[in-house]
DNA sequence: ATAAAGTCTATAATTTAAGTATACTTTTGA
DNA sequence: TCAAAAGTATACTTAAATTATAGACTTTAT
């Protein structure tokens, strides 16, 4: 149930980019500041953003002072999205995938007791997946961080 | 988020070895047999079983009217235990494996947001698949097939 | 014009998954 | 006692996916 190198660089590298700044503006950063301060190999880090920005979550501009940024506000971008980008669909087994079904090849899938189960399974992270924006994320880290001050 | 194959054919084994049969006992069950019921590639199930059997959730008899049987009573093989020996960890990182932990690199572990959330996520998985045995699936396939017999 | 950025595509290196092969041991029962 | 039925053990192969690197190109600000 592992999550691949390239989704975990992709979720890290778009925390980041949701963290807010003082202004209220998405901030733009540079493939190689997420690179350093993630340590994520920025050739790597360059196709991943540029898958999330081909499926419409990033933005991005070239040239001097360029960088990627959120295309969305970070409250509307759910992990959930991000991690199928990248990795695929979240089911376990792919019969129980609402984004890509396909059969299993059980006799009869509404007896098969491992989809039974593992429906239950792709239910309980896509709940947590697609019920956590990017902004929660961050809102939680700050909650973190209040409590460890004290 | 995937569930391997050598996991998946193992799950469906485990859950067929442990069907009940009209006497208590453990039914005992060729790999012969599994591999015709399940459709699973004979020579790849006998090292996933061999496997099972020296994590102890199996015996095994040899010879002429030999086979698997499970090695405990069905309500006390969890489908946690089974993914773990054929498929490894849960957690989709490995900074929040209960199991095998290993860092993952961010600069502070207490604060990353990729393992707040990753941590729920594990323990959501944890939860179905720990808290559910070989009986509970039987048992729910048997209210299913109530069902659908109205 | 030049340097700083992203774009695009190819390819290399490594690992993992999935499946096959083969030689062996144990047990039963004709 | 020996042949057949079963599991044991390990090695090997193949294919695919993952992870990463390389290089030539485009855009933009100054």
């Known amino acids: ?55 419409g979550m990033l933005h991005s501009k070239m040239g001097v002072g360029g960088g990627y940024y959120l295309a969305r506000p970070a409250k509307e971008i759910t992990l959930g999205q991000i991690v199928r980008v990248l990795d695929g669909p979240l089911a376990p087994v792919k019969c129980v995938s609402q984004m890509a079904y396909e059969p299993c090849g059980c006799p009869d899938e509404e007896t098969c007791g491992l989809r039974l189960v593992m429906s239950d399974v792709r239910n309980a992270i896509s709940a947590l997946l697609d019920g ?19």
Do not use: C, W
Request: charged share 30%; glycine share 4%.
């Open 132 to 150: 956590t924006s990017l902004a929660d994320v961050n809102n939680r880290v700050d909650k973190v961080r209040e409590m460890l001050k004290t």
């Open 1 to 55: 149930m592992r999550l691949s190198k390239r989704g975990e660089y992709g979720l890290r590298a778009m925390i980041l980019m949701a963290t807010p700044t003082e202004d209220g503006h998405p901030p733009i950063v540079q493939i190689k500041e997420i690179s350093q301060r993630e340590k994520i190999p920025a050739k790597f880090l360059e196709q991943i953003l540029l898958a999330l920005k081909n499926a």
